[in-house]
């Protein structure tokens, strides 16, 4: 095992941070689920906090107790805020913790150390500057970017700050969508954001970290989530490929250029929910690569947009289809064979696809949206909740050209 490695532990995917004394630093590999900061509105630091009390109790017992053994209780500091001098409270002894904004910034996603000891005078906010680590940090929660949690302490308001200087903080440091970091805060109860996920609501993400004893622990590598194959032909061979959850499973890449079709023969064994199938993504780059945006059509008429593409469903993105219920469709999908046809003409998309059943059933679904993507972009397929036979790829790039 070595550093940047994936592994499976428990019931999710780690990133390797660190390995040091027969131990590994894991955090994982995407945002996990939302929660508050803390459960009251409050001053508080990481060793009070609510989220503190979750990760260490109800978050752990989930683990089986064979996995529990090979977590390591450790001690960690919690430096006071170095922009604003913020307590940051007792030393702690956590087996589940966040990371803080010094592992963030300093050691694990980039050296971006001199940024956080040397604040200008007149800089307020970390975007200010222009950290060229920022997409490193980027993380998603069930296929959309989203902020997460750090346990370092946030600002305190500027009465608060001259009537108590290095007072303690209702609010925690953070990391934006982009990659970011939130090093004022945000209340850690009543979080300050009006953007919703499209899955959730508008808290914080969470991405828990731990100390894994690997004396006696043999680590199970995980599959690559995006294969470093690019695919630029046609091709029959099979790729088969599933998840449990939401983006944990993926094809190859697709690439393809200027005005093209795409068509895929799949065959589909999906699970309890209508979006329990496959989604189709449109990118300019491989994930978590800087630029970074996408465009997600899912089988149900469903989809949206980030970065640049900011189509989010009901805005730039419509969708047609012909079965009546959602019972209908999932009925089709537990075992359907799919052919869908992606074209391109200029800065206008649509994937047109049909879905047979093994029931009998038959239906079809068309998605169109617009994009300003690269002329050189990818499409990848991400299961979710289903297993995924891609059973033949057809790939016609007609013509480059220039977008609208």
């Known amino acids: 095992m070595q550093i940047n490695d994936k592994i499976i532990f428990g019931q999710y995917e780690w990133q390797v941070l660190d390995i040091k004394n027969n131990a590994a630093l894991i955090i994982t590999e995407d945002i996990i689920e939302q929660r508050t900061y803390h459960n009251v509105n409050e001053i508080t630091t990481w060793a009070k906090c609510e989220l503190r009390k979750y990760l260490n ?21 919690n430096p006071d805020n170095e922009w604003y001098g913020t307590d940051g409270g007792e030393d702690t ?46 993380a998603t929660f069930k296929g959309g970017g989203w902020w997460w949690w ?5 600002r305190v308001s500027e009465k608060t700050w001259l009537q108590s200087p290095g007072c303690m903080s209702e609010k925690a440091v953070y990391i934006h969508g982009d990659g970011n970091i939130g090093i004022q805060g945000n209340h850690a109860l009543k979080c300050n954001s009006n953007i919703i996920h499209p899955f959730g609501d508008n808290t914080g993400g969470v991405r828990p ?3 894994l004893d690997l004396k006696s622990y043999e680590p199970v590598m995980a599959l690559k989530k995006l294969s470093d194959e690019i695919v630029t032909e046609s091709s029959s061979e099979k790729y088969e490929f599933s998840s449990p959850l939401w983006w944990t499973g993926f094809s190859k890449y697709y690439q393809v250029s200027g005005d093209f079709e795409l068509t895929f023969k799949l065959n589909v064994k999906g699970g309890k929910a209508v979006y329990n199938s496959y989604a189709t993504a449109f990118t300019n780059a491989k994930r978590r690569s800087g630029g970074y945006f996408e465009t997600i059509v899912r089988t149900d008429t469903f989809g949206w947009g980030n970065g640049k593409n900011k189509a989010f469903a009901g805005s730039a993105m419509t969708h047609e289809k012909d079965y009546k219920t959602d019972k209908e ?26 879905f047979t059943g093994k029931n009998g059933s038959t239906y079809t679904r068309k998605t169109t949206f617009t994009s300003k993507l690269p002329n050189e972009m990818f499409i990848f397929l991400a299961a979710d909740g289903a297993s995924i036979t891609i059973e033949n790829v057809m790939i016609n790039s007609k013509k480059e050209q220039k977008n609208e």
Not at 98 to 110: K, P, Q
């Open 57 to 77: 109790g109800e978050f752990y017992d989930r683990f089986s107790e064979t996995d529990r053994e090979h977590i390591i209780t450790v001690t960690n500091k």
């Open 93 to 138: 002894q956590d087996r589940i913790f966040l990371l803080s904004v010094e592992e963030v910034v300093c050691r694990y996603f980039g050296d971006s150390s001199e940024k956080l000891y040397n604040r200008g005078k007149k800089e307020d906010y970390w975007f200010q500057k222009r950290d060229e680590n920022n997409n490193q940090r980027v």
């Open 150 to 154: 750090l346990r370092s302490p946030g």
């Open 209 to 211: 970290a731990l100390w």
């Open 329 to 354: 469709f999932i009925a089709c999908m537990k075992d359907a064979n799919v052919v869908q046809k992606i074209t391109r003409n200029k800065n206008k998309f649509e994937t047109f696809a049909t």
